[in-house]
């Protein structure tokens, strides 16, 4: 296995590297537009197909960063992300706000997770 790897990689970054067995997702982002619900499900459909990809799964992450644009939708984000986590493997967490790439991005998240095995 090569030192560092990393996939579906542009000029300006890559959607996963991973290095010594720790898998480190870029920001995922949902569907401009729709609500901070819809956005958030897509969002951790993306991280969770990545950290398949990379040989990683739900249960191996060690942290998650999270941006909305607007702290009131702190509850609707969290109502899917509950839905979500795998009981008993919750990361270690952090939540603020920030302004996104475009205002129809509400939502942000960022996961560190160990390769699995």
Same mark, same amino acid.
């Given at each position: 296995? @090569?030192?560092?790897?990393?996939?579906? #990689? #542009?000029?300006?970054? +890559?959607? +996963?590297?991973?290095? @010594?067995?720790?898998?480190?997702?870029?920001?995922? $982002?949902?569907?401009?537009? !729709?609500?901070?619900? !819809?956005?958030?499900? %897509?969002?951790?459909?993306?991280? %969770?197909?990545?950290?398949? %990809?990379?040989?990683?799964?739900? @249960?191996?992450?060690?942290?998650? $960063?999270?941006?909305?644009? !607007?702290? +009131?939708?702190?509850?609707?984000?969290?109502?899917?992300? !509950?839905?979500? $986590? =795998? @009981?008993?493997?919750? =990361?270690?967490?952090? #939540?603020?706000?920030?302004?996104?790439?475009? =205002?129809?991005?509400?939502? %942000?998240?960022? $996961?560190?997770?160990?390769?699995?095995?």
């Amino acid at each position: 296995m @090569k030192m560092i790897q990393r996939r579906h #990689t #542009t000029d300006r970054m +890559s959607q +996963s590297v991973t290095h @010594k067995g720790v898998v480190y997702l870029a920001g995922q $982002v949902g569907n401009a537009g !729709d609500s901070v619900a !819809d956005q958030t499900r %897509e969002c951790l459909a993306r991280v %969770e197909n990545l950290l398949n %990809e990379a040989g990683s799964s739900t @249960k191996h992450m060690l942290q998650a $960063v999270i941006w909305l644009a !607007d702290m +009131s939708d702190f509850a609707a984000m969290n109502e899917v992300w !509950d839905a979500w $986590v =795998p @009981k008993g493997h919750a =990361p270690a967490r952090a #939540t603020g706000s920030a302004d996104l790439a475009t =205002p129809d991005y509400k939502v %942000e998240i960022i $996961v560190t997770a160990a390769v699995a095995g």
